[in-house]
């Protein structure tokens, strides 16, 4: 098993010999894809495709339960925000008005767009996370020729988080253990002693961050050195010819929705034929 | 001109806002290939000592400097940046703090890329530590999620890939288990035996670092107390003891046959010897 951003995945994975930059270019437009998607089937479509992405690339799929309360909670929010919280539209048609609340289809039709595209742009992100390793962007930055100064903070930055959040745990733990803890207490107080988690950590993160400079002085970096890096880390990947491929196949598919979405009028509200069974059922039934 | 590895004259460091001088008046001479151990108590300036051989005093500090740390002939502050690292590879005490990468094989090529190496000498580099240090089978783990013994052989590993002529290790082994710390220091008896590298070590262990060195130092309140061969470093005792320093067990042992007249010579420093002392003793008696 090998670590990647996310959790853990098998070493016999495929992914493995996909190159960092595929993975990269591959989150940045896919999940653009949904933006440009209104009829919901399709995003329906991008999600099990992404999921049979997660199946053959062999990552849990226990990783997508720990999302389904967010999600739930999250599609409630969008449908209540957009229909008992949406206002008076006379000029929209009412399906139902529970307690005297008006309850219209295009609000209705809308929440399950914009929530059909959040939808895949997580599950996106879900699977880049969850088959990448943090090393990986950096390859994939260097690849891209992007200054090694701004790779190395991004990769620092994202080793930090995880130290901050190690000494905040050892911070809790020593406070715990000196009769601080908070457990039981309201929430106005948890907030005002949180400050005696904060200090302590604050103070730390000085101490690390000196340390860390120490570190980097000792070893020989220096941010306005001349010295040419070898880029071993690009070493360490082959950008194959299925590589080549799997950038031309995502470039060409983000095309082709382009050109059917603007040229063709595909992917639109008109479009979508679960709009309109749903609209059909919905409107019937309210006229009933 | 053959210079010495590292020579210290009159050296007095005071910080910005310390109270008082943190290293004063010290003169240390460190000669090519020579391994010492410096030890001395807490607050003694072993740190800030080893901080100014390796440049992070005054580079990385604010404070007040006067006299001459020489490393290999050249005063530290004359060296370009960077350049000084190249000569003096420093390993810390505290494993975790000084990784700069997100895999055990990317934290050991962080300082040779430093450096501008070719990928191929790199790799014959790489190849070496990891076989030194036994670190191949962790090449693609993150270096925080490995155990503490394996993260300072990787700390150290990292240092040692940069092949510095002067290699400083300030309390290596302070956050490790013994088994750890054996381990540790059997790494740094390959190098001595494999290499002719100058080492300055600080530790408190002192059973550890007795086989290793060729000179033990001791410092306190910024000034060097006493130095001298390891063995003749521990024939006085009692100054050792003024000063804090525990010696292990078996040079105690030996100095109390020795001090109470059961045996003469020089302080035993192994096991071995201390067994040799007490046989002479006991055939005394």
Not at chain 1, 163 to 169: C, N, Q, T, Y
Not at chain 1, 229 to 253: E, H, K, N, Q, T
Not at chain 2, 72 to 84: A, I, M, N, Q, S
Request: net charge neutral; proline share 4%.
């Amino acid at each position: 098993m090998k670590k990647t951003l996310l959790g853990y995945m098998p070493d016999e994975s495929f992914i493995y010999h996909v190159h960092p930059s595929v993975k990269v270019l591959f989150l940045l437009v896919v999940s653009l894809f949904p933006m440009f998607i209104s009829a919901v089937e399709w995003n329906a479509a991008l999600i099990l495709f992404l999921i049979f992405l997660l199946v053959v690339s062999r990552v849990s799929l226990r990783i997508i339960k720990i999302y389904i309360p967010v999600a739930i909670s999250m599609g409630t929010i969008i449908l209540l925000s957009y229909t008992v919280l949406g206002g008076r539209h006379p000029e929209f048609s009412i399906v139902g008005s529970p307690l005297g609340v008006p309850i219209y289809w295009e609000r209705i039709r809308d929440a399950l767009v914009v929530y059909f595209r959040i939808l895949p742009m997580i599950l996106t992100m879900v699977f880049f996370l969850s088959t990448t390793r943090e090393r990986e962007i950096v390859a994939a930055f260097r690849a891209a020729r992007i200054p090694f100064v701004v790779t190395y903070m991004i990769a620092m930055s994202m080793r930090a988080a995880g130290m901050v959040l190690e000494d905040f745990r050892i911070v809790r733990q020593a406070e715990q253990a000196r009769g601080f803890d908070t457990k039981g207490k309201s929430l106005p107080y948890k907030i005002r002693k949180y400050v005696a988690y904060m200090i302590p950590l604050f103070a730390l993160s000085l101490r690390r961050a000196e340390e860390f400079t120490n570190a980097l002085v000792a070893r020989g970096y220096s941010f306005r050195s001349n010295v040419k890096r070898p880029d071993y880390i690009l070493s360490r990947y082959r950008f194959r010819w299925w590589d080549a491929l799997a950038c031309l196949v995502i470039m060409a598919g983000f095309a082709a929705l382009l050109a059917a979405r603007y040229g063709y009028g595909k992917f639109t509200l008109e479009d979508s034929i679960f709009l309109d069974w749903l609209g059909g059922r919905l409107l019937s039934g309210a006229a009933a | 001109m053959n210079h010495h590895a590292v020579e210290i004259i009159d050296y007095t460091w005071k910080y910005l806002h310390g109270t008082g001088e943190a290293v004063s008046g010290l003169n240390l001479t460190v000669e090519a290939g020579e391994c010492i151990g410096l030890i001395g108590s807490n607050g003694s300036g072993k740190t800030t000592l080893v901080n100014s051989i390796d440049g992070l005093i005054p580079g990385q500090y604010h404070g007040i400097k006067t006299g001459e740390v020489r490393v290999f002939g050249t005063e530290v502050e004359e060296y370009k940046r960077g350049e000084l690292q190249r000569e003096v590879g420093l390993v810390f005490s505290d494993p975790e703090a000084q990784f700069t990468a997100m895999t055990v094989e990317d934290e050991l090529v962080f300082g040779m890329e430093n450096l501008g190496l070719s990928l191929k000498e790199i790799q014959v580099r790489l190849d070496w530590a990891c076989e030194l240090a036994d670190l191949g089978s962790m090449l693609e783990k993150p270096p925080y999620e490995i155990s503490g013994g394996q993260k300072q052989r990787v700390a150290l590993a990292a240092v040692l890939a940069m092949q510095p002529k002067l290699l400083i290790l300030d309390e290596p082994t302070a956050m490790l288990d013994p088994i750890s710390r054996a381990r540790v220091f059997d790494v740094l008896a390959r190098l001595r035996k494999e290499r002719d590298i100058t080492m300055i070590l600080i530790e408190h262990t002192l059973e550890h670092i007795i086989p290793l060195v060729d000179r033990m130092v001791l410092l306190g309140e910024g000034k060097v107390l006493h130095q001298a061969p390891t063995r003749e470093f521990f024939d006085d005792l009692t100054l050792l003891r003024e000063q804090g320093v525990l010696p292990p067990s078996v040079v105690g042992f030996s100095g109390w046959l020795r001090e109470s007249g059961r045996v003469d010579g020089p302080s035993a420093l192994s096991i071995e010897e201390a067994a040799d002392q007490a046989r002479q003793a006991r055939g005394g008696e």
